[in-house]
């Protein structure tokens, strides 16, 4: 039987809303085994340390985790909301225990558990890394994963978003009068991408999406970037982009260009939980940027952390689409396998935690630079929720607050590279 217990001490404000999930990364394989080593493949033979009905820290999602997210969202869940889903649903398993027809499988296995759980709303998904076979290598043309995902997402998209989807893996479609979700196909500029790695502009994606911005900006509409590979940082190794550098400059360029229009950017991919301030050359903050944490709870081995299973929604302004607030929900996975039930609760909610009076780009900027400040009690929360309050005692000093501090506030090569040197810190 399923136990569902919502412990917050406020109520939702009456506010247009949206949820993220991201990060599903369904595996089949894991069931409650004798031998540690064979609770599930995306271990890779690791014994799982901890294995309880909802997981283990070194392995993908069980089903029954991704389905407690969904029965929990979708108690919460006003009629007029649509989800942002932001990719990968396959495992972390070698190449050789999947192909295209099982990556396939798996993404029309997620996209019908969504359905179910939220019949009347309107999804809006981004490709992931390993949404395709082998993972990494996606194509800059048309193949069969883009076009089983375009015959999947039907109920959610239109007719021309499902034709450059089923071509390039991208997509934009008005979600509401005023409001454009543009769905950006970032593995085309993911490093291991062998498949377009020399090539400038792959699947003439930079192009559609200037024109794309350019049409937004003339029909007056403000956009949501979705994406699975965020521009950018990495928050933990230093000097490394998340996409390829060149790519990354060519993307940076283009959001500052059409920091007007764009309202929002949203992205998965990392499993961790941070957040990224576009400032234009000048300095001045254009653009709030959010990366939200992972459904999946996996780690490497030799991994010090992981992240708690989580979900997110977004409180948002109606007139001007600019974001007000995040109410973040996570599962601690420990206890839920102790009790045998699950217990998603409230971790925290943006504004209150860190005194902010909106996720506007100038309130983003100042908690970044706050950051910076020597002793700050302000970064260590800030890095618990990196972690989806995985284990409060783990710190992040020295070279790691570097790591994390730079890619919050810098997201091009100049700018980040004078923060890198970290003469800031004290």
Same mark, same amino acid.
């Given at each position: ?9 406020t109520s ?15 595996d ?8 540690p ?7 890779k ?6 294995p309880g ?17 969904f029965?929990?969202?979708a108690s ?6 649509f ?16 192909s295209t027809?099982i ?9 019908q ?22 993972q990494d ?18 109920p959610?998209?239109q007719?021309?978003a499902?034709?450059t ?6 997509? &934009?479609q008005?979600?509401? /009068?005023?409001? +454009?979700?543009?769905?950006? =196909?970032?593995?085309? !500029?993911?490093?291991? $991408? ?10 003439g994606?930079?192009e559609?999406l200037?024109?794309?911005l ?6 007056l509409?403000?956009v949501?970037?979705?994406?699975h590979?965020?521009v950018?940082?990495?928050p933990?190794?230093?000097?490394t ?9 060519r993307?940076?360029t ?9 309202a ?8 961790r ?5 576009l ?9 709030s ?5 992972a459904?999946?709870?996996i780690?490497?081995?030799?991994? &010090?952390?992981?992240?708690? /299973?989580?979900? +997110?929604m977004?409180?948002y =302004?109606?007139?001007? !689409?600019?974001m007000? $607030?995040?109410?973040q929900?996570?599962l ?13 609760r409230?971790?925290?909610?943006m ?12 309130s983003l ?5 706050s ?8 970064f ?5 929720h990196?972690m ?8 992040c000093?020295?070279g790691c607050?570097?790591?994390?501090v730079c ?15 970290g003469?800031?810190?004290?």
């Amino acid at each position: 039987v399923e136990l569902n217990c919502f412990c917050w001490t406020t109520s939702i404000p009456n506010l247009p809303e949206f949820w993220h999930i991201t990060d599903l990364h369904l595996d089949p394989s894991y069931h409650l085994a004798p031998d540690p080593t064979k609770v599930c493949y995306s271990s890779k033979g690791v014994p799982a340390t901890n294995p309880g009905l909802y997981g283990d820290f070194l392995c993908d999602s069980p089903y029954r985790l991704i389905e407690s997210a969904f029965t929990n969202m979708a108690s919460l869940t006003q009629p007029e909301d649509f989800i942002i889903w932001t990719g990968d649903s396959p495992p972390h398993v070698p190449p050789d225990e999947l192909s295209t027809d099982i990556v396939i499988q798996v993404i029309s296995n997620m996209t019908q558990t969504i359905r179910q759980h939220f019949p009347n709303m309107t999804v809006y998904p981004a490709v992931g890394n390993h949404d395709y076979w082998p993972q990494d290598q996606m194509p800059d043309s048309t193949n069969a994963i883009y076009k089983a995902a375009a015959q999947f997402w039907k109920p959610w998209l239109q007719a021309d978003a499902l034709l450059t989807l089923s071509q390039g893996g991208f997509y &934009s479609q008005l979600a509401k /009068p005023g409001l +454009r979700v543009v769905s950006v =196909n970032t593995i085309l !500029y993911y490093g291991p $991408d062998k498949v377009t790695r020399n090539m400038t502009d792959p699947a003439g994606q930079f192009e559609w999406l200037e024109k794309t911005l350019e049409r937004a900006a003339q029909n007056l509409e403000k956009v949501y970037i979705i994406a699975h590979v965020p521009v950018g940082y990495l928050p933990f190794v230093r000097n490394t982009t998340a996409i390829r550098k060149s790519h990354n400059e060519r993307l940076v360029t283009i959001f500052r260009k059409y920091s007007h229009v764009i309202a929002g950017h949203f992205y998965g991919h990392t499993h961790r939980d941070s957040i990224m301030v576009l400032q234009d050359k000048q300095g001045k903050p254009v653009n709030s940027l959010f990366v939200s944490p992972a459904v999946t709870p996996i780690k490497d081995a030799e991994q &010090s952390y992981s992240n708690n /299973p989580s979900f +997110r929604m977004y409180l948002y =302004n109606n007139k001007d !689409y600019t974001m007000l $607030d995040i109410w973040q929900y996570y599962l601690n996975l420990t206890e839920a396998n102790e009790k045998q039930r699950s217990d998603w609760r409230l971790e925290y909610v943006m504004t209150e935690a860190f005194g902010l009076i909106d996720l506007q780009p100038q309130s983003l900027l100042q908690l970044g630079l706050s950051f910076m400040l020597p002793q700050t009690k302000t970064f260590h929360k800030y890095f618990n929720h990196f972690m989806v309050s995985y284990n409060n005692s783990i710190t992040c000093d020295g070279g790691c607050k570097v790591s994390q501090v730079c890619s919050v506030l810098y997201l091009d090569q100049l700018s980040y590279s004078k923060c890198a040197k970290g003469a800031w810190e004290h």
